[in-house]
């Protein structure tokens, strides 16, 4: 979200200014700028990321799209919107140079305080034009703002940016969800006019909604692993990797785990996996050779 945001940015400040590309354009701390004599640039740090008052998200919307051929596919939630505040200053081998160059950006920005989905970078666009704030008063005090980066005060432009971020935006395992049939064979048995016997059995199904899915990869190849146990460390639940690398575990409260990942003549890993009861949390994992 943020490296999105920065990058519109940066392409309208290098385009509509006199810099002549976004390579004079830095986003690490002011303090930590190039070396004199290197010409203009422009600085662009971020320094504050909340949630915006302004922007309220419309609660959980959960759309599921399962193709068929059964690729991975995504759930889309609906974005809570956030406030990305960021400081630019301009740095060049004179105090006019610099002058002249923040008020070709003041310019510039002022023209854009609607960023429209044709300037912003592919992954924000999908949510209309994004409200900026050019040269208002900063989220943190000015003053703390200045003494927090330990560098002299300087002519700045205070900008915030408006933009939306989705919390669970995942792809969903092949084994999302599973369907059982269970047969029935305990019925009486009918016996048919040709002297066979038909078993009036009866077929139930249900679904089991997987948690937590993976697939195993050799860190080598890149290809996947089969047989490859994976356990829930602390509980008496293991899982082993199928042809095609994949292993999924049913039935886990809501909770933080940690799994467990052998095979013989690999390391052996330890893996982080969320449960939430909102989505099926997938990891891809890499084993190494021994």
Known sequence: MIIFIIQTLAGILAGGTSLSSTEQI??????????????????????????????QHSGRQVERKLTQALQPASVNWS????????????????????????????????????????????????????????????QIEAGSLWSALTIALRPALYLMV???????????SL????????????????????????????IESFTKRVVVAGIVKNAVTNLPMKEVKVKVIGMEKSATTNKEGLFYFEDLRNGNYLLQINSPGYLPREVNALVDGLSCTFKEISLNPA
């Open 162 to 172: 408006t933009v939306p971020v989705e919390p669970q935006v995942s792809l969903v």
């Open 79 to 138: 974005p809570t919107w956030f406030d990305v505040s960021m400081l630019l200053t301009a740095w060049d081998r004179t105090a006019l140079g610099e002058h002249y160059l923040l008020s070709q950006a003041l310019g510039l920005l002022l023209r854009h305080r609607a960023l429209k989905e044709e300037f912003l970078v592919p992954e924000l666009r999908g949510y209309g034009n994004l409200n900026m704030t050019v040269a208002v008063e900063p």
């Open 26 to 55: 830095e986003f690490s701390h002011p303090s930590n700028r190039k070396e004199e004599g290197g010409g203009p640039i422009l600085n662009l740090y971020v320094y504050d990321i909340r949630e915006s008052k302004q922007i």
């Open 175 to 202: 084994v999302w969800q599973r369907t059982i049939a269970l047969q029935n064979n305990f019925q009486p048995e009918l016996e048919l006019e040709n002297g066979s016997v038909h078993r009036n059995g009866s």
